[in-house]
């Protein structure tokens, strides 16, 4: 796994301003969502996947050709799986302007947002926070 690609491209993503619109008609409710499907589909085709489609409606398809070696007793029977995730930001809070915190070597203890003082991440809001001590986590 390329950890600093997949680094580069989660900060790059949580740039775009994707916040849904509740009063839009039209799916995905706002521009930012089609900008991300563009660039995760860019993403995608430069990965190496294959048929990569995004639909006018933001739906992006790609297959990933299975990597299982010549050989081995599980080629052929690997099945295909699908990825599926929202490109929109709840409206309650702002996709704008987002800048990803990185907490290197994480001891334990509370997590705070530089942005928003009133946001906190801890043992009680997340209980498995304890298992990544050690860690850098990104918020």
């Known amino acids: 796994m390329n950890t ?16 849904a619109d509740p009063e839009s008609k039209s799916h995905p409710s706002s521009p930012g969502q089609l900008e991300l499907a563009k660039i995760i589909t860019d993403d995608l085709k430069n990965a190496g996947a294959d048929n990569v489609e995004t639909q006018e409606d933001g739906f992006i398809f790609a297959t990933i050709t299975d990597n299982v070696p010549d050989g081995h ?6 099945p295909t799986i699908g990825f599926l ?3 929109d930001t709840a409206n309650e809070a ?9 907490v ?6 509370d997590i705070k947002f530089p ?20 860690h850098t986590i990104m918020t």
């Open 4 to 19: 600093k690609r997949m680094i580069d491209d989660f900060v790059k993503y949580t740039k775009i301003d994707t916040t």
């Open 73 to 78: 007793p599980a080629k052929g029977k690997v």
């Open 85 to 87: 995730s929202h490109l």
């Open 94 to 102: 702002s996709g704008a302007n987002v800048k990803v915190q990185f």
């Open 104 to 109: 290197e070597n994480y001891q334990g203890g």
């Open 115 to 134: 942005g928003n003082p009133e946001l906190t991440l801890n043992n009680e809001s997340a209980p498995n926070l304890k298992k990544c001590i050690g």
